[in-house]
C-alpha cells in the first residue's frame, strides 16, 4: 500500500478512521467541510475511509492533542471497525504522533502526510519528483523514532559509523545526507529551467499562469484555450508538474499559458517551498488566471485559500483574472453566491467553451496594460520588423501609405530598440 506506511505490521494498510476537529476559532462548519476534503484525499491514496469522527476541541493537549478521554474512546472506536490507520485532518507534532501510535499500536498520520504521499504519486517530471522527495524527508527528521515510519530501513555496512553510534543517530546523518543531496540536485534542475526560460525571454512574449484551488479545471482550461493535451481528470492533484502552452490571440498576438499545481487548505509549508521551483512560473507571469470552481459548494474558501498561496508565494499583488469555471454545473443560488465572492469575475464553462471569448479579451486588455502605446511609420522595406512587432506586442490597428505601414499598438518598454527608430513624432 502507501509507502509512508511500510513496516512489518500489518501486511497491508487498507482502513482508515479520519478525526477531524472543529476549533473555536474556526468558523461554523469548517471542521466538517475540512474532514470531507480529507476524505477524498485519503480515497485517493486507495485507502477505504470506514468511519470519519469530527471533534469537538476547546484546548489543545501536548501529549495528544485531545484529552486522554477522548483518546481513548477514538482509539476503541478505530479497533471495532478493524482500522489499520488513524488519520487526523489536524497537524500532529511529532510528539503527539508518537504518542499515539504507542497507545493505539496503530499507524497513525496527519494531513500533511497525506498530501506529501498524494503528491508522490502523481509526481512526473525529475524536477516533482525530487521536490516531494526533498518535502517529505524534512517533514520525517523530527520524526525518526515513531514506531511507523516511511523510511527505507535498509542499511549498508561501509560509512555507518563506529559502534557506539545509535541507529537513531545513523537514522538522522543518513536523512541529512539525502536532504543536501536533493538540494543540489534541485539547483542543477532549477539552472536548466532558467536557461529554458532565458531562450524563451529572447523574443518577448506576455506570459500567464493558471492558478487555483486543485480540481477547480485549469488543466481542462489550458486544453481548451491552447488545444493541448495536458491530463485534465477529476482527482486532486491530477497535475504537478507546470505545463506552458502558447495561445494566439488577436491581431497575431501571442501569451504564454503555464498550468500549475492546485492549492489546497492546509498545505505543508514545507510543500510550499519545496515547490518554489515549479511555482515560480507564478511569481514570474505577467498576470495570473484564477480558476474557481463556482458548482463547489466551498468555493469561498477555495477562493481565499488561493489568494494566500499567492501572497506566501509573493505574488498576489500581480494583475489576477478571476474566473468562475463549471458555469454549466451551478445552480443560481452558486452563481448568486460566486457575486459577493468576485464581483468582477467571468464565468465560464472550460468544458463546453462558454464565454471563453471573453476571458481572451480580458487576457488582450492585461497584456495591453503593461505595454507602452505607441504610433509607429515602418518603411514597405522593413516587414521584419512589422513582423516581430506582431509577434511580440499588440497591434491595434495598421495600414499601408505609401511611405509606410502605419501601425498603432502597445510593445513592452523592452522592445523599444526594435522600433523607437519608426516612432512618429
Given amino acids: 500500500m502507501a509507502n509512508f506506511l511500510e513496516d512489518k505490521r500489518p501486511e497491508k494498510i487498507e482502513r482508515a478512521f479520519l478525526v477531524g476537529v472543529q476549533t473555536k476559532d474556526m468558523a461554523a462548519?469548517?471542521?466538517?467541510?475540512?474532514?470531507?476534503?480529507?476524505?477524498?484525499?485519503?480515497?485517493?491514496?486507495?485507502?477505504?475511509?470506514?468511519?470519519?469522527?469530527?471533534?469537538?476541541?476547546?484546548?489543545?493537549?501536548?501529549?495528544?492533542?485531545?484529552?486522554?478521554?477522548?483518546?481513548?474512546?477514538?482509539?476503541?472506536l478505530?479497533?471495532?471497525?478493524?482500522?489499520?490507520?488513524?488519520?487526523?485532518?489536524?497537524?500532529?507534532?511529532?510528539?503527539?504522533?508518537?504518542?499515539?501510535?504507542?497507545?493505539?499500536?496503530?499507524a497513525v498520520i496527519d494531513r500533511q502526510e497525506v498530501i506529501l504521499q498524494v503528491f508522490a504519486d502523481r509526481a512526473q517530471t525529475r524536477e516533482a519528483v525530487l521536490q516531494v522527495a526533498l518535502a517529505r524527508m524534512e517533514y520525517s527528521l523530527p520524526r525518526l523514532t515513531r514506531a511507523w515510519s516511511h523510511l527505507s530501513r535498509q542499511r549498508g555496512s561501509g560509512g555507518m559509523g563506529g559502534e557506539g553510534e545509535t541507529q537513531l543517530e545513523q537514522d538522522r546523518r543518513l536523512v541529512n545526507d539525502r536532504i543536501v543531496a536533493l538540494k543540489r540536485e534541485l539547483i542543477d534542475v532549477?539552472?536548466?529551467?532558467?536557461?529554458?526560460?532565458?531562450?524563451?525571454?529572447?523574443?518577448?512574449?506576455?506570459?500567464?499562469?493558471?492558478?487555483?484551488?486543485?480540481?477547480?479545471?485549469?488543466?481542462?482550461?489550458?486544453?481548451?484555450?491552447?488545444?493541448?493535451?495536458v491530463l485534465a481528470e477529476n482527482k486532486l492533484f491530477a497535475t504537478l508538474d507546470p505545463t506552458?502552452?502558447?495561445?494566439?490571440?488577436?491581431?497575431?498576438?501571442?501569451?504564454?499559458?503555464?498550468?500549475?499545481v492546485g492549492f489546497i487548505r492546509?498545505?505543508?509549508?514545507?510543500?510550499?517551498?519545496?515547490?518554489?521551483a515549479t511555482l515560480e512560473e507564478v511569481i514570474l507571469a505577467d498576470f495570473l488566471i484564477h480558476v474557481v470552481d463556482v458548482a463547489n459548494p466551498n468555493a469561498a474558501q477555495h477562493h481565499e485559500t488561493t489568494l494566500a498561496?499567492?501572497?506566501?508565494?509573493?505574488?498576489?499583488?500581480?494583475?489576477?483574472?478571476?474566473?468562475?469555471?463549471?458555469?454549466?454545473?451551478?445552480?443560481?443560488?452558486?452563481?448568486?453566491?460566486?457575486?459577493?465572492i468576485a464581483p468582477d469575475a467571468l464565468y465560464i464553462s472550460a468544458r463546453s467553451g462558454k464565454n471563453l471569448d471573453q476571458l481572451i479579451a480580458a487576457c488582450l486588455e492585461q497584456i495591453a496594460d503593461a505595454l507602452d502605446a505607441v504610433e509607429l511609420l515602418v518603411p514597405h522595406t522593413r516587414y521584419d520588423v512589422i513582423a516581430k512587432l506582431h509577434a511580440t506586442g499588440h497591434v491595434q490597428f495598421e495600414e499601408s501609405r505609401d511611405d509606410g505601414v502605419f501601425i498603432q499598438g502597445r510593445f513592452a518598454p523592452a522592445q523599444a530598440g526594435l522600433y523607437k527608430a519608426f516612432l512618429v513624432k
Wanted: contains cysteine; hydrophobic residues 40%.
Fill in 29 to 76: 462548519g469548517e471542521g466538517a467541510e475540512l474532514l470531507d476534503e480529507l476524505t477524498e484525499l485519503v480515497e485517493n491514496l486507495k485507502l477505504t475511509v470506514v468511519r470519519t469522527e469530527l471533534v469537538q476541541l476547546r484546548t489543545a493537549t501536548p501529549a495528544t492533542l485531545l484529552g486522554s478521554g477522548k483518546t481513548k474512546e477514538l482509539i476503541e
Fill in 78 to 106: 478505530a479497533k471495532a471497525e478493524g482500522c489499520h490507520v488513524i488519520v487526523f485532518d489536524e497537524a500532529l507534532t511529532p510528539a503527539q504522533q508518537r504518542n499515539w501510535e504507542k497507545l493505539s499500536e496503530l
Fill in 190 to 229: 532549477r539552472k536548466q529551467r532558467a536557461t529554458q526560460r532565458q531562450r524563451r525571454q529572447r523574443v518577448p512574449v506576455p506570459t500567464a499562469a493558471i492558478v487555483g484551488y486543485t480540481n477547480a479545471g485549469k488543466s481542462s482550461l489550458l486544453n481548451a484555450l491552447t488545444g493541448a493535451s
Fill in 244 to 260: 506552458t502552452r502558447q495561445l494566439q490571440l488577436r491581431g497575431n498576438q501571442k501569451l504564454l499559458v503555464t498550468d500549475t
Fill in 266 to 276: 492546509r498545505l505543508p509549508h514545507g510543500l510550499v517551498e519545496a515547490f518554489k
Fill in 309 to 340: 498561496v499567492l501572497k506566501e508565494l509573493g505574488a498576489v499583488e500581480k494583475p489576477i483574472i478571476t474566473v468562475f469555471n463549471k458555469v454549466d454545473a451551478a445552480d443560481e443560488a452558486a452563481l448568486n453566491r460566486a457575486h459577493f
